[in-house]
T-cell receptor
Framework: EDKVVQSPLSLVVHEGDTVTLNCSYE??????LLWYKQEKKAPTFLFML????IEKKSGRLSSILDKKELFSILNITATQTGDSAVYLC????????????FGKGTKLSVKP | GAVVSQHPSWVICKSGTSVKIECRSL??????MFWYRQFPKQSLMLMAT?????????EQGVEKDKFLINHASLTLSTLTVTSAHPEDSSFYIC????????????FGPGTRLTVT
């Protein structure tokens, strides 16, 4: 059965800390891995990763994929209270119609 | 670009009634749209895949006769929750894939359904 596992499930840090969120997966037909940030409503897109070892960066956020070990990490440096959210990892199943299989998410709380 | 809207954003209905939720891609065509459900403190669970002009594909455990999906055009998919029960109360989110783009899915803002 295809699955996506995120860790930790929740994390509390202070402003300025650096955090690393983990996502491992077992998916029969891997097409891509995506990271989303979810606050009160629908998820907002952060990154799409398809190739191993190539870091994607957007401001204080960065992510990398390891297709051999079947995992990805999302790094956030110099965290701010506005980074508080649930971070979702999803893997796109290339074998069907491109369904996204979501992990349970990591709830990040950044304290001032 | 790549905006997806949902309507309504929230709805309260009585048990036994039906509720229709619309998902529209505003500035692109979407051959495929996806419907997700999210219960409190849980992740998004795919309910069904909606394809323009054909029947939807439902995930295991999702009743197709209860959750009616119609993808009548390249910019509109609807989800109708029939004979709603309180346990159907949830956050329903759609996403649309840009047919002419890089297959990225764009999410709507979600619809909060409360069944009393």
């Amino acid at each position: 059965e295809d699955k996506v596992v995120q860790s930790p499930l929740s994390l509390v840090v202070h402003e300025g800390d650096t955090v690393t969120l983990n996502c491992s997966y077992e998916v029969t037909n891997f097409r891509s891995l995506l990271w989303y940030k979810q606050e009160k409503k629908a998820p907002t897109f952060l990154f799409m990763l398809t190739s191993s070892g190539i870091e994607k960066k957007s401001g204080r956020l960065s992510s990398i994929l390891d297709k051999k070990e079947l995992f990805s990490i999302l790094n956030i440096t110099a965290t701010q209270t506005g980074d508080s959210a649930v971070y979702l990892c999803a893997v796109e199943d290339g074998g069907s119609q491109g369904n996204l299989i979501f992990g349970k998410g990591t709830k990040l709380s950044v304290k001032p | 670009g790549a905006v997806v809207s949902q309507h309504p954003s929230w709805v309260i209905c009585k048990s036994g009634t039906s509720v229709k939720i619309e998902c529209r891609s505003l500035d692109f065509q979407a051959t495929t749209m996806f419907w997700y459900r999210q219960f409190p403190k849980q992740s998004l669970m795919l309910m069904a895949t909606s394809n323009e002009g054909s029947k939807a594909t439902y995930e295991q455990g999702v009743e197709k006769d209860k959750f009616l999906i119609n993808h009548a055009s390249l910019t509109l998919s609807t989800l109708t929750v029939t004979s709603a029960h309180p346990e159907d109360s949830s956050f329903y989110i759609c996403s649309a894939r840009n047919s002419g783009g890089n297959y990225e899915q764009y999410f709507g803002p979600g619809t909060r359904l409360t069944v009393t």
